[in-house]
């Protein structure tokens, strides 16, 4: 494959920006290989500097359900840019927004709209040690929610540990409140909540952790998490960013019916733009400025762009695209069942929804974090290599998972089964 153009961008951007990139997984240091320099999407597709075409499963980390320029998402956009970009004042798409998720979160009754996933997490602790008093915040080991200083936060050797910085610059205070829990293991954080839970303000979780691989939940361990925050009046917060009108239309809280005191959004709610979002209860949210002492601001939050291509977003996403995603991610499961046949104790392909993971390892399921920290990557990165080599472009760590979008076909999935069987061949042989 030709990727001159790439390189050649690649070797003049690591002289003008750390690593080359503004996010670090996007540098390609776990897989190897120059990271591509992509000009154009389309549907399913990548389009390079150099022209190859790659199908997608990054998605932009997730936000892109519809695929690529999406033709009612770019039309929203570029309406509303006609009258003009940002104005710092209220506008009538913000209030539609906040409609329509409102109307699908029932534990969402008034929503603040922010930047990014980082600020609307950052937020929400605020807000819930605002609402409560107390100081200390549970998150779990494996999870991720964004890059706050107290929230970027390494945990110990599986027990329950007082956060250690996960991260050059942030301090032994900075993370001195966060108390770090292995997920899905309830006694674990029964046994820290009996200790402290006088000064903890709230537990923090993805309900399906997606940034440590794909985690899914033991059957009732959310039921026993959301039960212990309840008894011991801890906001349960949800961070939904990923899983929020991804999982299904209300969010991993509809599909595990459990409802979450503070709600976190953001990725698929911008349609492609940045954005983020925290919602809760009226009784919650009356804590945050200018209604309660609880300070948060932003000069581009609520932005028209970022609220037409949500909404236009939002819109399409009916309970027949979620069947559609449904039945794409089977299909591609299908597909690839002789592979994984094939290959069974080496490689796991894991799938919740529109969501997966492909883990080489000779576990069945994976349930913990320290089974996704054995798995091997040096294997993933070559099969990464391999994908590529077959134009299927796969976010570029094994940490992160795969999505599909309502867009891509059965000759997408078709081809990418293809492309994983024969990447399996080269790289298990
Ligand atoms: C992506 C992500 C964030 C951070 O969002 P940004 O917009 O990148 O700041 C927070 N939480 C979860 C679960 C995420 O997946």
Redesign the pocket.
């Known amino acids: 494959m030709n990727i001159k153009k790439s390189k050649s961008l690649y070797k003049k951007a690591v002289n003008l920006m750390p690593g080359g990139v503004n996010?670090p997984v996007r540098a390609f240091k776990s897989v190897g290989g120059n990271p591509l320099y992509i000009k154009k999407g389309s549907g399913p597709n990548l389009f390079d500097e150099d022209g190859n075409k790659y199908t997608d499963y990054c998605m932009s980390?997730?936000p892109l359900i519809l695929g690529h320029a999406d033709k009612d998402v770019v039309k929203a956009i570029t309406e509303t840019a006609k009258n003009g970009t940002s104005f710092g004042t209220p506008n009538r798409l913000e209030v539609e927004i906040a409609d329509i998720i409102t109307k699908r979160f029932p534990s969402i009754e008034k929503i603040r709209f922010v930047n990014?996933?980082?600020?609307?997490?950052m937020s929400a602790i605020r807000l819930a040690r605002g609402h409560t008093g107390r100081n200390k915040i549970i998150k779990f080991d494996g999870?991720?929610?964004?890059?706050a200083d107290y929230l970027l936060v390494a945990g110990g050797s599986g027990l329950a540990t007082f956060g250690t910085p996960d991260s050059a610059g942030v301090t032994k205070n900075n993370t001195k409140d966060t108390i770090v829990v292995p997920y899905n293991d309830s006694d674990q954080l029964e046994k820290i909540i009996k200790k402290e839970h006088a000064d903890v303000a709230a537990v923090i979780m993805?309900p399906v952790p997606?940034?440590y691989g794909l985690i899914p939940p033991s059957s009732g361990y959310l039921n026993a998490v959301r039960e212990l925050c309840s008894k011991y009046g801890i906001m349960l917060i949800f961070?939904?960013?990923?899983t929020g009108f991804r999982l299904s239309k209300g969010g991993a809280q509809e599909y595990f019916g459990i409802r979450p005191d503070i709600t976190?959004l953001?990725?698929i709610i911008g349609g492609g733009l940045?954005?983020?979002a925290y919602g809760a209860p009226k009784k919650i949210m009356n804590c945050i400025a200018p209604d309660g002492p609880v300070y948060q601001a932003g000069t581009l939050s609520g932005n028209p762009l970022a609220m037409a291509a949500g909404i236009a977003t939002l819109k399409k996403l009916d309970q027949k695209a979620y069947k559609s995603l449904k039945d794409k991610a089977d299909t591609l499961k299908k597909y690839l069942g002789p592979a994984l046949d094939k290959y069974s104790g080496r490689v796991l392909f894991l799938q919740m929804e529109s969501i997966f993971a492909v883990y080489f390892t000779d576990k069945k399921e994976i349930r913990y974090v320290n089974e996704v920290r054995k798995t091997n990557m040096n294997l993933f990165a070559k099969f990464h290599n391999e994908m590529l080599n077959r134009n299927i472009y796969l976010s570029p760590s094994g940490y992160e998972v795969g999505f599909i979008s309502t867009a891509h076909t059965d000759a997408d999935l078709k081809k990418t089964a293809q492309a994983i069987s024969e990447s399996l061949d080269k790289v298990l042989n």
């Open positions: 996010s980390w997730g990014s996933g980082t600020e609307a997490a999870c991720y929610h964004g890059h993805e997606c940034n961070d939904e960013v990923i976190v953001g990725k940045p954005v983020g």
